[in-house]
């Protein structure tokens, strides 16, 4: 994976669960989102496809039919690769991050889950698995696994991030707050932090 970039969804997170919140101000000038090796482009899969293919889309969804181009095909291929052989690490991760990248949520999180199992620990998918929870409303587990990531991890700042975004979601602004402290720690001279912690006191204080 790409250490690099960030492994969140942050405006779909707000549209979703914190109307009002204009914390996407904060990221607008963020890194690209980041993709799994293996992983479709932006655009090329439409949300939904991997259920499509397997039957399970609604009726009259183009992504259904093999017309969905070389990415579906890809797909099925992983697919294939991985009810074959469950073990494959590669696949799973691949196949998990083309889900994530069509914002299927719950089936990124069961490939996470399931690639976890083989490659305990890595942080990226942990982060990515923490993401899907959160993007499918599991809120609460996603706070889990962006903890467990940070104290496994200290230097990982992209999961503070998440934490954060987790917790305001839940309305928990104090430990919000306090796990902000930690992340201006880790990245003190991190504009897209600066800005968060802005929105975050901004929020807290009740300011407009």
């Not at 549209?15 to 914390?23: A, E």
């Not at 904060?26 to 993709?35: E, F, H, I, N, V």
């Not at 609604?58 to 579906?72: C, H, T, Y």
């Amino acid at each position: 994976m790409n250490k690099d970039n960030l492994l969140f969804v942050i405006v779909g997170i707000l549209i979703g669960f914190v109307s009002g919140y204009l914390l996407f101000e904060a990221m607008a000038t963020r890194q690209p989102a980041r993709l799994v090796a293996g992983q479709v482009p932006p655009g090329s899969v439409p949300p939904g496809a991997e259920a499509g293919a397997m039957g399970q889309g609604a009726p009259g969804d183009p992504s259904a039919g093999a017309g969905a181009g070389p990415a579906m095909a890809q797909i099925e291929e992983l697919k294939n690769r991985v009810a074959q052989n469950p073990n494959d690490a590669e696949a799973v991760l691949q196949l998990a991050g083309m889900n994530f990248q069509i914002q299927n949520w719950p089936r990124a999180a069961e490939l996470f889950e399931q690639y976890l199992k083989m490659q305990p620990g890595d942080p990226n998918a942990m982060t990515d698995l923490g993401t899907s929870y959160l993007q499918a409303g599991q809120v609460e587990k996603s706070v889990e696994v962006f903890r467990q990531v940070r104290q496994q991890n200290p230097g990982y700042w992209q999961s503070y991030f998440n934490e954060i975004i987790a917790l305001v979601t839940l309305g928990r602004m104090d430990e919000a707050m306090e796990v902000m402290g930690q992340l201006q720690k880790v990245q003190p001279d991190n504009p897209d932090v600066q800005r968060l912690a802005a929105e975050l006191e901004r929020r807290r204080t009740g300011a407009s």
